[in-house]
């Protein structure tokens, strides 16, 4: 079976960092688009990263500009989301996704279960 699998969020200071992580299971990543998406409480969905399939280029939600980054892992299988200096509006549930015709926010197939973030002021 195809599927991601995340690691935990968890809660943290304003100011501080946290790493996600995202495994596929069944597939590697080596040719897929990647990215992180979250939703917080009451609002929309929200792209947060993205990795491209077609050029390997990447981008991020302005919110998150210069304190997100998205990065594969070295076994070619992880998706990884590292977050500095969060901010109390960063609390969201983060999901990982990966599409193989992924280029921006669109076209993802598999999905991760999901991890709960807590931004604490």
């Known amino acids: 079976q195809l599927r991601l699998v995340q690691s935990r969020g968890g809660l943290v200071q304003s100011g501080g960092s946290l790493t996600l992580s995202c495994v596929a299971s069944g597939f590697t990543l080596e040719h897929y688009g990647i990215a992180w998406f979250r939703q917080a409480p009451g609002k929309d969905r929200e792209g947060v990263a993205y990795i491209s399939s077609v050029d390997g280029s990447s981008n991020y939600a302005d919110s998150v500009k210069g304190r997100f980054t998205i990065f594969r892992g070295n076994a070619k299988s992880t998706i990884d989301l590292q977050m500095n200096d969060l901010k109390p509006e960063d609390t969201a549930w983060y999901y990982c996704?990966?599409?193989?015709?992924?280029?921006?926010?669109?076209?993802?197939?598999?999905w991760g279960q999901g991890a709960q973030v807590t931004v604490s002021s």
């Open positions: 996704a990966a599409g193989l015709w992924a280029t921006t926010w669109d076209r993802y197939d598999y």
